[in-house]
């Protein structure tokens, strides 16, 4: 590799309150785009569309055209559209059973809670697998984790549908392996987008993981239903598989590594010893390779198992740091909002049989699946709102702050998320109360999911903001936290429903979540200090690549 150069350095005068902090990045040009056109931030790479003020962040390699920030449109929609479905995928496996809750119960001559325990196998096997997963991905890329997950995956539901027509053991040891081999899905596909799409449009592609996720979560239940009631839980399984295979079938061609270990283009701040004018020097310094310029990637080469082997990279260190993360507040937050908002669905996976195949309501097992129909509704109107709302609204305060882009500029919309999340709990544990009609409780959990989504996605992108460097890691964190969570409550839910009611069960989890919520308020106010002082006690936090 050949030295890099510098191509530009200058002084833009900002105030110092922006001073250098993880997650701090310079997002619109406004300093510098004025009459004469030039300026420090001139040097960088600028959307081509609108105005010309927003900067692409991070900024892409200026020589290498296998950057996947410099692929184009179609590459990166079709490599992100193979994510995509790899995590919806996942997302139905885990409550692809929950019309079959009570009819599985009476298979296996064993009692409901114990049903849950399959559900809740796969949810805990997730978050801890997921830590074993994901320190290959860092080292050697996130293909072969996709491909191999996938196919296995795979295998896994082929057990599943042996499994659920023999006994209770092996279909729990079954579940277990497919939270083990799914465990990626938690963690690997917001790095992905991470890895191909600048700041500006993130938080539109993490609210479309979240999604995926909770879309699968919903959508799983639903058509599994009716083929429970035609061919068996054992051909859910079956077909489950075929269209995992198929996903694997298009990510072995379509989906290429999006793991880059090459230089790009870096701002830094400087804080300037000028009290008066309270300045701080933008050092704005562009690398590139000039001596071996990189040849682009033919298709065939795209194909390899893996192509990327980071020798600074150390498995063993990638490993403990997701442990360390745990220390960071920012990603502690980010864990227990996710997987609050995704308990939800756990919840409803282990206890909608509970609940509407006894009179008042009567359901039988396909009308049981059906009902996610509802909170699938509520999660495309949360994607729709969250993603371009809290875009919108950080935007906004972006521009209030000179162009200068602070994680935190999304928190205000978790107050629509924290009054979507009650009221939609309250509707439901009431309806469920007072035994109204079917449509009440329907009709809660819809507004409940679009309040649990957007919580969802907001937990994620704060966290990616803060620490994008460490996506991977963090993201491990993230999904070991969210499936502890969720866990605990299939592991109480249904028996903690027959002694106390709906009503009890929904307002104390939507107390949790409120309280969660409220903690918004500390890092609104307090984030930017809390990035500074783990910057400050971790300068080089991170064991990953460029991202």
């Not at 609050?340 to 756990?346: G, H, R, T, Y």
């Not at 129909?373 to 495309?380: A, H, M």
């Amino acid at each position: 590799m050949a030295p890099s150069n510098t191509q530009g350095d200058a002084i833009e005068r900002v105030d110092t309150s922006r001073s250098a902090a993880p997650g701090t990045e310079i997002l619109y040009d406004l300093a510098t785009k004025g009459s004469e056109g030039h300026g420090a931030l001139a040097y960088l790479q600028h959307v081509q569309t609108g105005d010309g003020h927003l900067l692409l962040v991070p900024q892409p390699s200026l020589t290498d055209p296998n950057d996947p920030l410099r692929w184009s449109g179609v590459k990166k929609q079709a490599t992100f559209l193979n994510a995509l479905g790899y995590s919806f995928l996942g997302g139905v496996t885990g409550p692809i059973m929950t019309g079959w809750v009570v009819e599985a119960a009476a298979f296996y001559g064993t009692s409901v809670q114990n049903i849950s325990y399959t559900i809740g196998a796969t949810l805990i096997c997730q978050g801890v697998a997921t830590t074993l997963w994901m320190p290959f991905a860092v080292k050697y890329g996130r293909r072969p984790v996709y491909l191999l997950s996938t196919f296995l995956m795979a295998l896994a539901c082929i057990w599943l549908g042996v499994a659920s027509t023999t006994t209770y053991t092996s279909f729990l040891l079954g579940r277990a392996f497919l939270g083990i081999f799914e465990a990626p899905i938690e963690s690997i596909v917001p790095s992905t987008a991470t890895d191909i799409f600048f700041l500006h449009n993130r938080g539109s592609k993490v609210s479309l993981y979240g999604l995926s996720v909770l879309g699968g979560n919903e959508l799983g239940p639903m058509l599994s239903a009716l083929i429970i009631q035609s061919l068996g839980m054992n051909w859910t399984f079956y077909i489950v598989a075929i269209f995992i295979f198929g996903n694997f079938v298009t990510e072995f061609f379509f989906m290429p590594e999006t793991l880059y270990v090459g230089s790009r283009p870096e701002v830094k701040f400087h804080d300037s010893e000028d009290e008066h004018h309270k300045e701080v020097a933008t050092h704005v310094e562009v690398t590139e390779e000039t001596a071996h310029p990189t040849p682009q990637k033919t298709f065939v080469r795209d194909l390899s198992f893996w192509s990327t082997n980071d020798r600074t990279v150390s498995l063993w260190r990638v490993f403990i740091k997701p442990f360390a993360l745990l220390a960071y507040p920012t990603v502690v937050w980010s864990s227990f909002m996710y997987g609050l908002a995704i308990s939800w669905n756990a919840i409803m996976a282990c206890t909608n049989g509970q609940l509407f195949a006894p009179p008042p309501y009567s359901f039988s097992p396909a009308a049981v699946g059906l009902i996610f129909g509802s909170p699938l509704i509520g999660s495309l109107i949360g994607t729709l709102l969250c993603g371009p709302m809290a875009d919108a609204i950080a935007n906004y305060f972006t521009k209030r702050n000179n162009g200068i882009r602070e994680p935190e500029m999304r928190l205000p919309t978790c107050i629509v998320a924290a009054v979507l999340t009650f009221v939609g709990a309250l509707i439901s544990g009431l309806c469920f109360h007072y035994e109204t009609h079917w449509i009440g409780p329907i009709f809660g959990y819809g507004v409940l999911s679009i309040g649990g989504q957007m919580g969802a996605t907001l937990g994620m992108s704060y966290s990616l903001d803060c620490h994008k460097e460490l996506s991977v890691e963090l993201m491990v964190t993230v999904a070991s936290l969210k499936s502890a969570v969720a866990w605990i409550w299939t592991w109480v839910v249904n028996d903690w429903l027959v002694r106390d009611g709906p009503l009890v069960v929904f307002l104390v989890v939507a107390a949790v979540n409120m309280a969660v919520y409220a903690s918004t308020i500390l890092f609104w106010y307090r984030g930017k200090a809390i990035r500074i002082w783990l910057h400050e006690r971790h300068p080089s936090p991170s064991s990953s690549p460029s991202s």
